[in-house]
């Protein structure tokens, strides 16, 4: 397993927790996965049973979205699999790819037929769902996953070629759920403030027009890192630079 893959993967997922497209509405989910009216909300009475039922509602919507996002992993390590004996080629065209989609997010220059990656889908499910129900919640994460995350297209489409440049289908699922980790450790930070939810989302929105161009760095820097090669050998120092893992004992255990 290249555990310098594990850091870029984390970051993105928290990049889109954080799109312009994802953040504003974290308010409304968890209003309907608690199935409680925003006065329900405002009522610290009712807050605690409802935190409760946010929570485990919650982690059905992480479910939800994590399940499609693994089996992306599993496709594209799947492909990563099939082309094993051209890994290094492919990772330094990943890495091309990668750093075009870090400067249109930084607005460099405008590639109109990337336009497609911000496209949205959506699925009028809301009739057949039933609000605090977490087989619901499940659903609505799931469709999260399918049809509104096209919005940060650039960021989701550079971790799957983050998994396509593995060689193992174990490798690629392994990324993407570190990617859903990301996206979900907010989310359910939230859902444990669920009272105060609205009120934190108003203060991140402060930097919403920022991350773009903070995504946009973050995926350039990515690019070069796999173009070059660099990318486990630069990980490898900063795990232990900040003390956070052994590196080489990691290695050596497995």
């Known amino acids: 397993m290249d ?3 594990i850091i870029p993967a984390f970051v993105a997922g928290l990049l889109t927790f954080l799109a312009p497209c994802t953040l504003p ?8 996965i608690s199935g409680a009216s925003a006065k329900d909300l405002a009522d610290p009475q009712q807050l605690k049973t409802i935190r409760r039922k946010v929570i485990i509602n919650g982690l059905f919507y992480v479910l939800g979205f994590s399940v499609v996002f693994i089996l992306l992993g599993v496709v594209f390590g799947i ?13 330094r065209i990943g890495g091309v790819f990668i750093i075009i989609f870090g400067l249109y997010l930084m607005h460099v220059f405008d590639l109109s037929f990337l336009n497609f990656l911000q496209a949205e889908k ?27 995350t096209p919005c940060v297209g650039p960021i989701l489409a550079s971790i799957l070629f983050l998994a396509s440049s593995t060689a193992t289908v174990f490798q690629g699922a392994f990324l993407l759920a570190v990617f ?14 669920v009272g105060h939810a609205a009120q934190t989302v108003s203060k991140l929105s ?4 920022y991350i773009s161009f903070i995504g946009g760095t973050f995926l350039l820097f990515l690019g070069i890192l796999m173009l070059t090669g660099k990318m486990s050998i630069w990980l490898a120092w900063a795990f232990k630079a900040f003390a956070i893992f052994d590196y080489e004992v990691i290695l050596n255990f497995l």
């Open 180 to 193: 859903s980790l990301g996206l979900a450790i907010p989310f359910m930070v939230l859902a444990f403030g």
């Open 122 to 148: 959506r699925f009028n499910v809301a009739g057949k769902l039933k609000p605090g129900n977490p087989f619901s919640s499940a659903i609505l994460g799931f469709t999260f996953a399918l049809g509104w």
């Open 206 to 209: 402060k930097i919403l027009p």
């Open 79 to 91: 492909g990563g699999v099939a082309l094993a004996k051209y890994q290094a080629i492919l990772g």
């Open 3 to 5: 555990f310098g893959l």
């Open 25 to 32: 509405l974290a308010p409304a989910y968890l209003s309907f």
